[in-house]
């Protein structure tokens, strides 16, 4: 919302920058930790599973509505 309300009020201009996040599961196994993606509610508990049956680093990056 802010970025369109520059863009409309200072002709197009913006300040600042827009912020990107990365493929944190991707991220995580370049540092050599396991990653995991959840984008289903039915996913969480079997995901949390296999990362706590882990004996290592683990990032589980959460996308739910």
Do not use: C, W
């Not at 309300?5 to 996040?21: A, H, M, P």
């Not at 599961?25 to 990362?51: I, N």
Request: proline letters at 5%.
């Amino acid at each position: 919302m802010a970025h369109s309300y520059l863009i409309k009020t200072y002709d197009g201009r913006v300040i600042g920058t827009e912020l990107f996040i990365p493929d944190l599961p991707k991220l995580a196994e370049l540092y050599g930790a396991k990653g995991f993606s959840v984008t289903k509610k039915e996913e969480l508990k079997p995901v949390f599973q296999q990362a706590l049956a882990l004996d290592d680093f683990v990032v589980v990056d959460v996308k739910l509505d």
